[in-house]
């Protein structure tokens, strides 16, 4: 059982900064990979970024250089650090983890979704 929470949405100018977070809590032996997708209207899911517990990261390529994901794994958080935001980036954003219930058994967890929306 794990429950993840998220803020930091909100309105933004072209060009402007905001930072996502997410904080997992619940009955877990450890979290894996943990991340974030979003889904704009009209437009199926997106994996933005993700990271692993070994502070392996990927994006997609159209924020690449702009968001900076990051975590800690001390208090079960992962950060999105979203930089020079465009139209285009405008979606409701889920974070994601992984999380290990016993060996080699995973749950995959989801937040409950934070609106971004840049526009002038």
């Known amino acids: 059982q794990v429950h993840l929470v998220e803020s930091g949405g909100g309105l933004v100018q072209p060009g402007g900064s905001l930072t996502l977070s997410c904080a997992a809590s619940?009955?877990?032996?450890?979290?894996?990979?943990m991340g974030w997708y979003r889904q704009a209207p009209g437009k199926f899911r997106e994996l933005v970024a993700s990271i692993t517990n070994e502070y392996n990261t990927n994006y997609v390529d159209s924020v690449k250089g702009r968001f900076t994901i990051s975590r800690d794994n001390a208090k079960n958080l992962v950060d999105l650090q979203m930089n020079s935001l465009k139209p285009e980036d405008t979606a409701v954003y889920y974070c994601?983890?992984?999380?290990?219930?016993?060996?080699?058994?995973?749950?995959?967890?989801w937040g409950q979704g934070t609106q971004v929306t840049v526009s002038s």
């Open positions: 994601f983890a992984e999380t290990v219930l016993a060996r080699d058994v995973t749950y995959t967890g």
């Open positions: 619940g009955k877990f032996f450890s979290i894996g990979t």
